[in-house]
T-cell receptor, first 113, second 111 residues
Framework: EPEVTQTPSHQVTQMGQEVILRCVPI?????FYWYRQILGQKVEFLVS????????KSEIFDDQFSVERPDGSNFTLKIRSTKLEDSAMYFC???????????FGSGTQLSVL | GESVGLHLPTLSVQEGDNSIINCAYS??????FIWYKQESGKGPQFIID?????DKRQGQRVTVLLNKTVKHLSLQIAATQPGDSAVYFC??????????FGTGTSLTVIP
């Protein structure tokens, strides 16, 4: 069964450093998302991406965040200058259509020290 | 913003019994709902979905019920098994691009 893959599974970084989280969505999906989940809390929307541009973003997704689809398969989330409060599990997701179910990857656990 | 919440944070059931997990939502414009299962250290896994033009949908051992009048969603798991132990989230969506997730219910199946 096709699945969303994310790398790395764990990322430890120093505060102020840049990190790039990588995702390979399911190949025939057209909509891509990043969500995050702080330990013990709900899954929160960060950004949605369609047709090579951001279609919606949340308040969390400030100027320190960016997304990119550099080629036909990868979808990345960059945090330019990480803060302690960025520590969370980051999930990539994709869907066939805008109003279809999301398929999630296994996540990248980001720890900012 | 939207509010999606769960009535109970934890639920324990005996193996073989049926489980019912509830979810309340506040956005009357929401028209698509999904139940996800999340095991420790993993991403949310799709279980079943329902659109607002339906009030019931069945899958394998799972049933989702939607009551739009009171903005309530439930997940019923038949013959609960130890492998069903996980956190269950409901998620809702309106015409926008994002799903809103509830805080989750932790289901523990007692052998």
């Amino acid at each position: 069964e096709p699945e969303v893959t994310q790398t790395p599974s764990h990322q430890v970084t120093q505060m102020g450093q840049e990190v790039i989280l990588r995702c390979v969505p399911i190949s025939n999906h057209l909509y891509f998302y990043w969500y995050r989940q702080i330990l013990g809390q709900k899954v929160e929307f960060l950004v949605s991406f369609y047709n090579n541009e951001i279609s919606e973003k949340s308040e969390i997704f400030d100027d320190q965040f960016s997304v990119e689809r550099p080629d036909g398969s990868n979808f990345t989330l960059k945090i330019r200058s990480t803060k302690l409060e960025d520590s969370a599990m980051y999930f990539c997701a994709s869907s066939v259509g805008q109003h279809e179910k999301l398929f999630f990857g296994s996540g990248t656990q980001l720890s900012v020290l | 913003g939207e509010s999606v919440g769960l009535h109970l944070p934890t639920l324990s059931v005996q193996e073989g019994d049926n489980s019912i997990i509830n979810c309340a939502y506040s956005n009357s414009a929401s028209d698509y709902f999904i139940w996800y299962k999340q095991e420790s250290g993993k991403g949310p896994q799709f279980i079943i979905d329902i659109r607002s033009n339906m009030d019931k949908r069945q899958g394998q051992r799972v049933t989702v019920l939607l009551n739009k009048t009171v903005k309530h969603l439930s997940l019923q798991i038949a013959a609960t098994q130890p492998g069903d132990s996980a956190v269950y989230f409901c998620a809702e969506k309106d015409t926008g691009n994002q799903f809103y997730f509830g805080t989750g219910t932790s289901l523990t199946v007692i052998p």
